[in-house]
Nanobody, 126 residues
């Protein structure tokens, strides 16, 4: 049985930072790609960051490049999203996901998710 434990998130002012984390159990974490998705109010869920299982290749949504950093710890089965210089447009529910597809496919809209986190609320005030 797959379990996902999430932490981080909250309410910060614009320009601030937050760190999200998801710890997975019950799946082969070290051979899966990891992604972070965001769903803003009234909008569809979109991928914002992805890291392939090697830990070498990463890909980011355009507005998050240079501000967000995805990382992973295969010993702790945990994926992180460090978010800096946050903007009100970053507000939304953030979901971690264990992916069976490549990051490039995920960003092109074709993805297979092995497990989702339940979501972490992030609110940025102006």
């Amino acid at each position: 049985q797959v379990q996902v434990v999430e932490s981080g998130g909250g309410f910060v002012q614009a320009g601030g930072s937050l760190r999200l984390s998801c710890t997975f159990s019950g799946l082969a974490f070290n051979i899966l790609n990891m992604g972070w998705f965001r769903q803003a109010p009234g909008k569809e869920r979109e991928v914002v960051a992805c890291m392939e299982w090697t830990g070498i290749f990463t890909q980011y949504e355009g507005s998050t490049k240079g501000r967000f950093t995805i990382s992973r710890d295969d010993v702790k089965n945990t994926v992180y999203l460090q978010m800096n210089s946050l903007k009100p447009d970053d507000t939304g529910m953030y979901y971690c996901a264990a992916l069976s597809t490549a990051c490039s496919e995920t960003f092109s809209g074709t993805t297979s998710v092995d497990a989702w986190g339940k979501g972490i609320q992030v609110t940025i005030s102006s």
